[in-house]
């Protein structure tokens, strides 16, 4: 996997968890009688298993804890509460799925060490303009605990890297595709964008004709409902099995050409505030919901830096103090006159250590923040300190800058990047489905 790359998936992640993330203080081991009556304590019962996933299992208490953050974040979203009953079996086939993911990731290797936690819950804190103890203070103050925070952050990067490896990084455009992508554009003239909310009925691998037929009654149960004037984003923390569900399905702007082929077709033929018909995919069935449509601006001259760099790999074997190490060396060999080029092509653990490093011409958004905000801040000629990224430490030379009108290679980019995308959602929603429909989940009920 070559370095540059407009993948800025992992950053959004981060930001949302930050957003959405929360927990519940402990419940008291006894609830103490109103004053006058038996002193007594009345113990609670002993926390029972609400699913068995795999080898592992889900207790009443992990439940209700989400519940609980599940309900302040409806609130805060001015959402109308489903009934108990209809969030909790929602909230537990998510915690079903993303154990099942979390078990997969331990058994294949992915681990996020202390020092990249803290760096991501740092990267958090600054986002929101604050020092790390003055957002510890307003997590307290909101009712979070920091420890469940991290522990909160540590699963999504974990399931940002599973999706990567799983997914992402199996998915290619080929120069044929884009090719197609933009003559289909050129035909078609300006692309829309649409802000739309989705709800997902998924139908299991291998169902039956029986189960999709009561899947497409639920569906249309749904859509009725809908249409009855019943809120979209109750309707879809009610029912909706998308990953999204808790945020009313909310998908946010999309470009027509990020969408699948399904609905962009149909949300070319809807108004702002209409809902679609059931439609039908390898996945599911789904509804969607147009907020709102435009057309879209795209900029064609923009600030491109040339730069090049040596990227040394952490793992297993090369801690991140080892490769900071190294590239604190190789950086004062440059400094005393080796050939940047040469320590590359010896050094670097990129797949531009064949050209020296040379990256090329970039335009903003084509590498990770932390490269590109290090990459911004230097002059040409000049060779940055160690920089540590998600791909381990880099040595970066900016070796010139221009303005540079690249509607053409913009236009390739942007087809690319909406053809990777529209590619990886398809594939994710079928990896998960039969991820899911893999592993042995055993329900339990209890009084």
């Known amino acids: 996997m070559t370095f540059k790359t407009v993948n800025r998936i992992f950053s959004a992640v981060i930001l949302i968890a930050s957003l959405v993330s929360g927990a519940a203080h402990a419940t008291d081991a006894v609830d103490l009688k109103p004053s006058g009556a038996s002193t007594t304590p009345r113990v609670k019962p002993v ?11 889900i207790t009443r208490h992990d439940l209700d804890v989400r519940y609980e953050r599940a309900v302040q974040q409806l609130k805060a979203r001015n959402t109308a509460l ?19 993911q979390l078990q997969l990731a331990a ?49 999504e990067i974990i399931l940002t890297r599973l999706h990567e490896r799983e997914v992402a990084n199996k998915v290619n455009v080929s120069e044929a595709e884009v090719d197609a992508y933009l003559e289909n554009q050129a035909k078609q003239g300006q692309e829309d964008e649409y802000n739309l909310n989705h709800i ?25 409902l809908l249409n009855k004037g019943d809120d979209f984003a109750q309707v879809s923390a009610s029912y909706s099995d998308a990953p999204n569900a808790l945020e009313g399905g909310a998908m946010g702007w999309r470009r027509n050409s990020q969408l699948p082929t399904l609905f ?48 040394i790999k952490t793992n297993e074997l090369v801690s991140a103090a080892d490769a900071k190490n190294r590239l604190l060396q190789i950086r004062e060999r440059i400094l005393n006159g080796t050939k940047f080029e040469d320590m590359a092509r010896q050094y670097s653990d990129d797949g531009s250590a064949a050209k020296g490093g040379d990256l090329g011409w970039l335009s903003p958004g084509e590498t990770v923040p932390e490269f590109e905000h290090a990459m911004d801040a230097l002059k040409p000629g000049e060779i940055s ?23 053409k290679e913009r236009q390739r980019v942007l087809a690319r990047q909406a053809l990777r995308e529209r590619k990886i959602e398809s594939a994710q929603e079928d990896w998960l489905r039969q991820l899911r429909d893999s592993a042995y989940v055993e329900y339990r009920t209890q009084e």
Do not use: C, W
């Open 47 to 57: 926390d029972g298993i609400v699913a068995v996933v795999n080898d592992d299992v």
């Open 264 to 311: 962009a077709d149909v949300l070319s033929k809807m108004k702002p505030g209409q809902l679609s018909e059931i439609l039908r995919s390898s996945g599911g069935f789904h509804i969607l919901k147009l907020n709102d449509k435009r057309g879209q601006d795209v900029n064609t001259v923009v600030k491109q830096t040339h730069a090049r760099h040596i990227l």
């Open 385 to 407: 300190q160690p920089i540590q990224s998600p791909f381990g430490y880099h040595l970066i030379e900016v070796l010139g800058r221009r303005d540079q009108d690249v509607t």
């Open 82 to 100: 489903p009934p108990r009953a209809v969030l909790e079996k929602q909230l537990l086939e998510r915690m079903i799925t993303d154990r099942i």
């Open 200 to 224: 997902l009925i998924r139908i299991p691998e291998g169902a039956t004709t029986e189960q999709i037929q009561k899947l497409h009654a639920r569906a249309q149960q749904v859509l009725d």
């Open 107 to 155: 058994q294949t290797g992915i681990r996020v060490d202390a020092a990249q936690l803290d760096k991501a819950v740092e990267r958090i804190a600054e986002q929101n303009k604050l020092t790390l103890p003055q957002f510890q203070a307003a997590l307290k103050k909101e009712g979070i605990e920091f420890d469940q925070f991290r522990k909160d952050i540590r699963d």
